[in-house]
């Protein structure tokens, strides 16, 4: 893509949306004309998660980036929050926004999410593109030891103080990235003051945590039909590529991109490739 203004240069506001689904508020960013693309984020995260990437995508196509209910700006849903409940709040959303189909992208959790969606509603997918994502076979012993882990970082991000120091303070949010990230200086301090906030004032954290550990046993990866983009980093520590290859080539139509030296998070590590990559699979499915 040729240049485009940094996320920082544009003014977000006019394209940040509230309705309700299912009585409750969600919140999601519409930006960009052209061809939808629906975004989904991770555990934690927010559609700010995709600042680095949402001024190239929406020179060419238009962007739906969803606040998972409990997550960012959206209210919670009342528990048990499984995850097929936020599958059939980003259906609803669609019918809202008279979108019949779209090229659904999601990281992480979104991505386990974006599986279940392919598995529900296939006639709705143009494409799907899997990021570093939830849904890749793992053992109860690894699962058990992600889920910990992620519900350990929830309480120490809601420590007073917590994520105000780490979005200020370098050398301490490298050290907490470290476990996440392949350059754990790829997060800006700009974007490290979106979104470190978000994970701590997420009251859907812990109920995702368990509902994600519970539907990542159930989901078939190898029975979604949709054309299938998997974008990972080669240096994932959470969910490690060598199962994101397995995963490939259970799927009837995936190609998996690997980015080296790249974590769990390749939007904001390498967000120049992740955009050429992403926008190159979707523009497949432009026409018609």
Same mark, same amino acid.
């Given at each position: 893509?040729?240049?485009?203004?940094?996320?920082?240069?544009?003014?977000?506001?006019?394209?940040?949306?509230?309705?309700?689904?299912?009585?409750?508020?969600?919140?999601?960013?519409?930006?960009?004309?052209?061809?939808?693309?629906?975004?989904?984020?991770?555990?934690?995260?927010?559609?700010?998660?995709?600042?680095?990437? %949402?001024? @190239?995508?929406? *020179?060419? +196509?238009? !962007?739906?980036? #969803?606040? $998972?209910?409990?997550? =960012?700006? &959206?209210?919670? /849903?009342?528990?048990?929050?499984?995850?097929?409940?936020?599958?059939?709040?980003?259906?609803?959303?669609?019918?809202?926004?008279?979108?019949?189909?779209?090229?659904?992208?999601?990281?992480?959790?979104?991505?386990?999410?974006?599986?279940?969606?392919?598995?529900?509603?296939?006639?709705?997918?143009?494409?799907?593109?899997?990021?570093?994502?939830?849904?890749?076979?793992?053992?109860?012993?690894? %699962?058990? @030891?992600?889920? *910990?882990? +992620?519900? !350990?970082?929830? #309480?120490? $991000?809601?420590?007073? =103080?917590? &994520?105000?120091? /780490?979005?200020?303070?370098?050398?301490?949010?490298?050290?907490?990235?470290?476990?996440?990230?392949?350059?754990?200086?790829?997060?800006?301090?700009?974007?490290?003051?979106?979104?470190?906030?978000?994970?701590?004032?997420?009251?859907?954290?812990?109920?995702?945590?368990?509902?994600?550990?519970?539907?990542?046993?159930?989901?078939?990866?190898?029975?979604?039909?949709?054309?299938?983009?998997?974008?990972?980093?080669?240096?994932?520590?959470?969910?490690? !590529?060598?199962?994101?290859?397995?995963?490939?080539?259970?799927?009837?139509?995936?190609?998996?991109?690997?980015?080296?030296?790249?974590?769990?998070?390749?939007?904001?590590?390498?967000?120049?490739?992740?955009?050429?990559?992403?926008?190159?699979?979707?523009?497949?499915?432009?026409?018609?």
């Amino acid at each position: 893509m040729d240049t485009e203004p940094r996320w920082t240069d544009v003014d977000w506001a006019p394209h940040v949306k509230n309705t309700l689904i299912l009585g409750r508020r969600l919140r999601y960013l519409d930006y960009g004309k052209g061809p939808p693309l629906l975004l989904v984020h991770g555990l934690g995260g927010a559609w700010q998660n995709w600042l680095e990437n %949402l001024p @190239a995508l929406g *020179r060419e +196509f238009r !962007v739906i980036a #969803v606040d $998972l209910p409990g997550f =960012g700006g &959206s209210d919670p /849903l009342p528990p048990p929050a499984e995850m097929e409940t936020h599958v059939e709040v980003l259906a609803s959303l669609l019918d809202r926004l008279a979108i019949p189909d779209v090229v659904l992208v999601g990281h992480s959790l979104g991505g386990l999410i974006a599986l279940l969606f392919a598995s529900a509603y296939p006639t709705r997918l143009r494409g799907l593109v899997l990021v570093c994502a939830g849904g890749i076979s793992l053992s109860r012993l690894r %699962l058990a @030891a992600i889920v *910990r882990g +992620f519900a !350990v970082v929830n #309480v120490g $991000l809601g420590l007073p =103080g917590v &994520s105000r120091a /780490l979005a200020l303070r370098p050398r301490l949010r490298h050290a907490m990235l470290a476990g996440a990230l392949g350059d754990p200086t790829a997060l800006s301090a700009p974007l490290a003051a979106q979104v470190i906030p978000l994970m701590a004032s997420a009251p859907g954290f812990i109920g995702a945590v368990v509902a994600g550990g519970r539907a990542v046993r159930t989901v078939r990866p190898e029975l979604v039909q949709t054309p299938t983009l998997l974008i990972w980093g080669d240096r994932d520590p959470i969910l490690p !590529v060598s199962q994101a290859r397995e995963l490939a080539s259970t799927m009837p139509d995936a190609r998996l991109v690997e980015l080296e030296g790249v974590g769990h998070c390749p939007m904001f590590e390498r967000p120049a490739e992740f955009n050429d990559e992403l926008a190159r699979f979707a523009s497949r499915f432009s026409q018609g």
